[in-house]
Nanobody
Framework: QVQVVESGGGLVQAGGSLTLSCAAS????????MGWYRQAPGKQRELVAT???????NYADSVKGRFTISRANDKNTVYLQMNSLKPEDTAVYYC??????????????WGQGTQVTVSS
């Protein structure tokens, strides 16, 4: 089995910063893509940023220049540094890992989510 656990959410004032972390553990052979998604109340889940094992990154236009995604492949961990936060960044942030398990099965595993609230 594979577990994905996020941490680092919280309450911050507009213009502030937060760093989210996400660690995958379990029967993992490799992880291709790791990413962050968010879901605000009444809205659909949306992509925030993704990063491949090669280091290639992709960002939503709304966070470009403010958020930075990075990963530590040896720790199966991905980070999201969020700067210049805005109230519209308020959402539950979810981590996703595209995992190849020891049973040679590839699947997406999601964390339980961490709340980020930005006050104006």
């Amino acid at each position: 089995q594979v577990q994905v656990v996020e941490s680092g959410g919280g309450l911050v004032q507009a213009g502030g910063s937060l760093t989210l972390s996400c660690a995958a553990s379990g029967s993992i052979l490799s992880i291709n893509v790791m990413g962050w998604y968010r879901q605000a109340p009444g809205k659909q889940r949306e992509l925030v940023a993704t990063i491949r094992s090669s280091g290639s990154t992709n960002y939503a236009d709304s966070v470009k220049g403010r958020f930075t995604i990075s990963r530590a492949n040896d720790k199966n961990t991905v980070y999201l540094q969020m700067n210049s936060l805005k109230p519209e960044d308020t959402a539950v942030y979810y981590c996703d890992a595209s995992v190849l398990t020891s049973a040679l099965i590839r699947n997406d595993y999601w964390g339980q989510g961490t709340q980020v609230t930005v006050s104006s």
